[in-house]
């Protein structure tokens, strides 16, 4: 979608909302929120801004029912429960990875709408999880949106516009990087906004070429570890290697790209400003910051030649911080809040939410390979799919 699109879809957004008497069930939803953590306290915190009949909360352990209990909002222990006693009309899954899938196939399974935090699924042997939602929704015909919410920032939004323009003339490459955790933890949590961004900016990947090393060393199958072996603070699910994840992708309109994942060792200040996009054009540069709901800067060379080497500029009236990322959250719901009145998908559906996964098992699957691989990855063809593993076992090796 370009930035004259885009426009177009938010002007519709804005009047959708303006409009709610012409659907008061789907404008003024019940919203069942999944997992009263701190990203589940954020979507209730930006729920409260917007038109809801009924904020309703499901979570497993009896202290988060308590905190919400206190709020004034209705709990209960399992999805089931909720679903016995409340007709939700939109879900929000904000659990810890492991448990993504089946909470929103609980959902999707009752024709639910639904909005799943990413990534859409640990990194694992198989892509199970993500295409078991993709195509659940799909053979429902019941929305679903991964929380890709970088997208939804004024930094991308003025990237759009600034390429649509002609800005940096016409792209041709991109290079994405992580914030520097241990790798495979970077790979597995931060990767899913690198290569989201990248299909943004690019389309549909064709083929991915990966590298996995430890020290410089190729890993092998037997250095696979689970994630928490590298770090203990992050998540306990998910598999991974190494201490350098590379991977180079060919899209479908010839525009390359590059995502990176490399543990940095720990530095003072937030590893958020490590994160960043470099969109390449024939005519110039932009980099896009993670930080605190984004930063753009621009660059009048494509390259980094001698007298443009410091010549990023950073792009004004763009950068508003925003911890808890509550505006793209916001702009997340409303996207699916229009899909449902417009019938159409969301802006992140869970096709791309799978196609973005292929791309993070794809480095590793590539990386054993020994060469090039094809996106999807082929194992999405055999009969056998998804049981077989695109992390081990893809092009045969």
């Known amino acids: 979608m370009d930035h004259a699109e885009w426009k177009k879809h938010a002007e519709k957004i804005a009047d959708y909302l303006q409009k709610a008497e012409r659907d008061t069930k789907m404008i003024h939803p019940v919203v069942g929120i999944v997992g009263f953590g701190s990203r589940g306290m954020d979507h209730v915190l930006m729920w409260e801004g917007l038109p809801h009949q009924e904020i309703v909360i499901a979570d497993v352990k009896p202290q988060p029912r308590r905190i919400a209990e ?55 042997l198989t892509l199970r999880d993500a295409f078991m939602m993709a195509q659940n929704a799909q053979a429902n015909n019941t929305l679903l949106a991964i929380h890709h919410q970088w997208v939804f920032t004024d930094a991308v939004y003025k990237a759009e516009e600034m390429i649509s323009d002609g800005v940096i003339g016409e792209v041709k490459s991109l290079r994405a990087q992580g914030k520097g955790y241990p790798a495979p933890y970077d790979w597995e949590e931060i990767g899913p906004h690198l290569a989201d961004i990248c299909i943004h900016f690019a389309g549909e990947p064709t083929c991915v070429f990966g590298s996995v090393t430890e020290n410089g060393v190729p890993v092998l199958r037997d250095d696979i570890k689970q994630i928490n072996a590298y770090y203990p603070e992050g998540r306990m699910a998910g598999i991974g290697a190494g201490d350098r994840i590379f991977a180079q992708y060919e899209f479908q309109n010839g525009i390359w790209a590059t995502i990176e994942s490399t543990t940095l060792p720990v530095l003072p200040k937030s ?109 999405a063809e055999s009969p ?8 081990l076992d893809s092009a045969g090796v």
């Open 271 to 379: 590893y958020s400003q490590f994160m960043f996009v470099d969109i390449y054009g024939t005519m110039g540069r932009l980099r896009i910051y993670q930080t605190s709901c984004g930063r753009l800067f621009h660059n009048t060379s494509p390259y980094d030649d001698f007298d443009h080497i410091n010549g990023w500029k950073e792009v004004p009236g763009v950068w508003s911080p925003d911890p808890h990322w509550v505006e793209p959250t916001r702009r997340v719901a409303l996207d699916m809040l229009a899909a449902i009145g417009e019938g159409r998908q969301p802006r992140v559906n869970g096709e791309r939410g799978l196609l973005v996964q292929h791309m993070l098992h794809g480095a590793y699957a590539a990386h054993f390979a020994g060469g090039r691989l094809s996106l999807p990855l082929a194992s």
């Open 384 to 391: 056998e799919y998804p049981f077989t593993s695109p992390l």
């Open 70 to 124: 206190e709020r004034g909002y209705r709990t209960f222990a399992t999805v089931a429960d909720m679903l016995d006693e409340v007709k939700v009309d939109l879900g929000i899954v904000a659990t810890h990875a492991p448990t993504h899938a089946r909470t929103a196939l609980s959902f999707l399974s009752e024709n639910v709408p639904v909005i799943c935090e990413k990534p859409m699924q640990s990194i694992a």
